[in-house]
């Protein structure tokens, strides 16, 4: 066949593709090879009713299944050259297929919620799950379905949902016809087992099967093409959508393999070409079942301020600030988060099932507080301020009293504070950091310290209470270790020698035999788990992608550990060690709901909760930290936001709908194109080291710009890597030329989009000068705005200041007087002519004790350098209207400000109090968007805003 297309038109009308004696490892070879497209057309035409079959009976519109379809062949075709050496396929596409089918569903269900209306109604005939309660059942067993050893599980998949005669599975498996037999019974048996231990009785009759799936010719004949091409631009954006999120995770998560054998137990086999079904092999047995409650995240419908349109994301859950430390209720009712140490720290209790705040505790103006604990009844919570233990009732936050232990300053604190089994005790790091104090809160007083020659960060009891270990920076001779305590005598009964990195993170399994130990490593960190009895190592899980693991916790059967670094959480098998689940979100204070179904932990600012079997978000998507940016394109069809902790999310401008959630980097910028087609973003480039002057002892790492393309949902990488980093980046208007600005070096790089190649560059601040804060590029391109952190003069308070800066000729235009704290809010007016500084004021005391003058908002001529207005008020976001004739302000309490620009004078507004404005962007229709410290994103017509009181805030 001389083309894609030629082959296409014989599938139409034939039989079957040649290719049929080969085994999958011969077939995919050819095509990763040598691009066969006879090759792949056998393997779409082996095992397209399978793949169909998941789509159809995961999905129920007709039109989505079929993309489902689609996409895991495109991702079959796009991952061929990974995938080499695999005896079959069936597992993969299997994979592959349900959980885009999860994808499309669950998008789809989201679309529905979010516009008020019911799920949308089957297309294409009538889905025959829904006349049964099969697609509820899927759930039931899935969890015991993921628990089968790979070998038992491989030969069910075979002979049960493909319908292969056992002849035939020998065959493809190279097995015996012992070996099959013996590993199939097997399988059948341990899956009755442990469903007949769940209380699901096993039946003489095996579910029937439904109708048979026949692949229609013509989807047949669509799959082939995407083989032809698998990167054309011609590739249907959903059908591209869903296989690049296929091919961005691990390709086979075993609870996502189990969901795919737990479909074929209700739904039966097929055969294909025939329309008739193969005699199935029995999987299973078993009688109906009540259907287990599907699991979404809750309704949210709170109401919305006055004035404002529309929110993105949702308030709960979210927490003010970063949290430092969370403590989840013994029975999986509430969280405690506690960001002590921030600023806007405080300590909230938040319901789980709902998201509310249950209370919050507001600490002494200046007071650090550490870590938070609940005790195992769920009665008391206790945190650590200035070397006292402060006790709250976990159902009010009213202060129930304090113990004070010993303690001389300058201490050393962290956030570790943890109950006893019996709550009568808690232990908490010494004052100086080196030891465990017991303190028993009856007496009201240290009991014990078990003395560390380090910092002690992690420590848990045994669930009798009658071990402690804890782990921190002591070593010997390079390898850092933990020490198991008895906590009656204090006596050491052994040292968990854990390797070259400290430990950050001890947990005890339920049953008390088990230690996992984890932190640090100078290449790849490591779990360690140990013998509790006998202090030996048995297993060491080897945790990828990351430097450090900071967060580990046993699932309420001893079974399932999970843990968390770098950017994801993974669920390992406790015996084994083996990677079973993985959550692309880095969390904290890790804990399993005592059911084992969900998983519970802190991200960021943001308290979530997982399904433990697909990890699916049970919290509400959205914003994980405070919204540090908010981007509009020119056609108005999308938001993209950005949080300070490095959470990116893209919105559906018209509906409010989460799109897609992009990881960027903490405390850096992104930029979208004019036209919203490309998101860009840097990171961190290793392959790229160099010195600075300034710091000779000093190795630093480079960066590299990453540009996304959000209609195909694929990276385009243009950009190498370079010396020195990127904060701000703009677009020009064109859309042609990426500018960057390194907060650290003052360095302005001016980058071709097409090429990828950096043009030119200058500084706007010299070595050992104070550095970049913020800035911000004229609407042509001309003029950048650069804000600067402090001049010390003689204190710790200094001028800030803000300069203008000629891009063609890196020469600095002007420098602008007046601002005396940090400039938050920079803003040009469309036509360019116009800059707008400004900054929350200072406080009274402060300047009446250094005399220095009241902070304002600045209007200045962009061409002199002059002043034009001085608006009295603090600002900590600005943002001009797309025809310039209105300037928002956000004002310390949250208030919205609408000023007309021509006479400079406040027309409206939309009063608080409400949380900190911290991002202000208006659409091209003229609305505004803000962004807070609660993670959420309101849209507000400017048209409907109050007339101000006299005097402005």
Known sequence: MNSAADLTNAIRHLRAPSGGALGDPELLDHYARDHDQAAFAALVWRYGPLVLGVARRQVADRHRAEDVFQATFLALARSATKLGGRAVLANWLYTVALRQARKARAHAARRAALEGAAPPRPRGGADPLAEITGRELLQVIDDELARLPDRLRLPVLLCCVQGLSREEAVRRLGWSE???????????????????????????????????????????????????????????????????????????????????????????????????????????????????????????????????????????????????????????????????????????????????????????????????????????????????????????????????YPGANPSTNTDLIVFAPDGKRVAVTAADGKGLHLIDLTRGEVVRTLPHAHVVFAAAFSPDGKQLVGGGYDSEK??????????????????????????????????????????????????????????????????????????????????????????????????TGKEVLKIDRKATGLRFTPDGEALVGAVAGAIYCWDAATGQALTPEGGDSPVAQIEVPADGKRVVTRGQDGDAHVWDARTGAHLRRVDVTWQRGLTLSPDGRYLVWPVGDETV?????????????????????????????????????????????????????????????????????????????????YQVWRARLSPDAKVLAVTYQREAL????????????????????????????????????????????????????????????????????????????????????????????????????????????????????????????????????????????????????????????????
Request: aromatic share 8%; charged share 20%; net charge positive.
């Open 178 to 404: 012992g070996t099959l037999r013996g590993r199939l019974e097997r399988g059948r048996r341990k899956l009755a087992a442990r469903l007949t231990a769940r209380g699901l009785a096993p039946s003489a009759v095996l579910l029937a099967p439904l109708a048979a799936v026949v692949v229609p010719a013509d989807l047949l004949a669509h799959a082939t093409e995407l083989g032809a091409a698998p990167w054309s631009q011609s590739v249907p954006p959903v059908v591209a959508a869903l296989a690049t999120a296929a091919t961005h995770r691990p390709l086979l998560p075993a609870v996502a393999i189990a969901g795919c054998l737990l479909t074929a137990v209700v739904v039966g086999t097929f055969a294909f070409g025939r329309g008739q079904p193969v005699e199935p092999v029995a999987l299973l047995t078993s009688a109906p079942l009540a259907a287990a409650p599907t699991k979404a995240p809750p309704a949210i419908n709170d109401p919305l301020p006055d004035g404002a349109t529309r929110r993105f994301g949702t308030a709960r859950y979210r927490h003010p600030t970063t949290i430092e430390s969370l403590a989840v209720s013994a029975d999986g009712k509430f969280a405690v988060a506690n960001s002590g140490t921030r600023i806007n720290g405080m300590i909230r209790a938040y319901d789980l099932a709902t998201g509310r705040i249950r209370f919050a505790i507001e600490s002494e103006p200046g007071a650090l507080v550490y870590g938070v604990a609940v005790s195992p009844d769920g009665k008391t919570l206790a945190t650590k301020r200035n070397h006292a233990v402060y006790l709250y009732d976990a159902a009010t936050g009213k202060e129930t009293g304090h113990i004070e």
């Open 478 to 575: 390079g390898t850092y270790f933990a020490r198991l305590w008895e906590t009656e005598t204090g006596k050491e009964r052994h040292r968990l020698p854990f390797g070259n990195g400290g430990i950050r993170c001890v947990a005890y399994s339920p049953d008390g035999a088990t230690v996992a130990v984890s932190g640090d490593g100078r290449r790849a960190p490591a779990v360690k788990l140990f013998d509790a009895a006998t202090g030996k190592e048995r297993l060491t899980i080897p945790f990828p992608d990351a430097t450090s693991v900071r967060s580990l916790a046993f699932g309420p059967d001893g079974k399932t550990l999970a843990a968390s670094g770098g950017a994801s959480t993974r669920l390992f098998d406790a015996a």
């Open 689 to 769: 080291q160099f010195k600075d002057p300034d710091q000779p002892n000093a190795v630093h790492t480079g960066s590299r710009l990453r540009m996304f393309d959000l209609t195909t949902n694929t990276f385009v990488e243009r950009f190498g890597g370079f010396e020195g980093g990127a904060n701000d980046l703009f677009f020009t208007a064109a859309g042609k030329t990426l500018v960057t600005v390194d907060y650290r070096d003052g360095a302005v790089r001016f980058w071709d989009v097409g090429t990828g190649k950096m043009e030119r560059s200058f500084r706007v601040s010299e070595r050992g000068q």
């Open 794 to 953: 003689g204190g710790i308070f200094g001028r800030h200041a803000v300069k203008l800066w000629d891009c063609a000729t890196g020469k600095e235009l002007h420098d602008l007087p007046g601002h005396w704290s940090y400039v938050e809010a920079v803003a040009f007016s469309p036509d360019g002519t116009h800059l707008v500084t400004g900054s929350e004021p200072l406080s009274a005391f402060t300047q009446k004790q250094l005399r220095l003058p009241t902070d304002q908002v600045f209007v200045w001529n962009v061409a002199t350098g002059k002043a034009v207005a001085q608006l009295p008020i603090g600002a900590t976001a600005a943002a001009f209207a797309p025809d310039g004739k209105t300037l928002a302000v956000a004002v310390g309490d949250g208030t919205l400000q609408f000023w007309d620009a021509a006479t400079w004078q406040l027309r409206s507004e939309f009063p608080g109090p409400r949380d900190r404005v911290t991002a202000l962007a208006f659409g091209p229709d003229g609305r505004l968007y803000s962004g807070a410290l609660d993670a959420t994103v309101l849209v507000w017509d400017p048209k409907t805003a109050k007339r101000p009181p006299a005097e402005p805030k």
